[in-house]
């Protein structure tokens, strides 16, 4: 992939992504700095699936070189019209899917899986209430 500007509108970036925001998606080039290397991004990719359907992730290809790091772009579900949700939001949302907040703020474990980074930044809520996670760090236990 030549042209990242093609994917759609440069939006906000963090520590390990670049995103794109298009009509319907949302492409995170990603540089592999939270994950280590690609395995270990496509096992990260596969847990966020499992845990939240509604924003999973898809392979879409690569952005080339950064440093002579592969740099893989993955894409999610648009979520139009919404915020950063509030801790109190997540908390509650997290404890209906069955799992209990830690002492560590946005982090959460259920004995099969831990979730954290679960901040306002990283969880949307839509007009209707419907809490959205789009960015989260995950393991099995």
């Known amino acids: ?10 939006g906000p970036s963090g520590h390990e992504n670049d ?3 298009a009509e319907k998606v949302v ?13 270990a991004l496509l096992q990260k990719i596969l847990l966020h699936n499992i ?14 070189f950064d440093g002579r790091t592969v740099q893989p772009v993955i894409y999610q579900p648009r979520v ?11 908390d509650t949302y ?3 899917l069955g799992f209990e907040k830690t002492t560590e703020e946005g982090h ?5 899986y831990e979730v954290w980074d679960l901040v306002p ?3 949307l809520v839509d007009a209707e209430g419907d809490i959205f996670v789009v960015d989260a760090e995950i393991k099995r236990v």
């Open 19 to 21: 995103t794109y925001v």
């Open 94 to 96: 997290m404890a209906a």
């Open 51 to 64: 845990l939240f359907p509604d924003t999973a992730y898809a392979f879409y290809g690569f952005a080339g």
């Open 121 to 123: 930044r990283n969880v």
């Open 27 to 39: 492409y995170k080039v990603n540089n592999l700095l939270n994950n280590g290397g690609i395995v």
């Open 108 to 112: 959460f474990s259920n004995g099969e």
């Open 1 to 10: 992939m030549m042209d990242v500007f093609n994917l759609g509108v440069p």
């Open 80 to 90: 139009a019209n919404a915020k950063p949700a509030n801790q109190i939001m997540i």
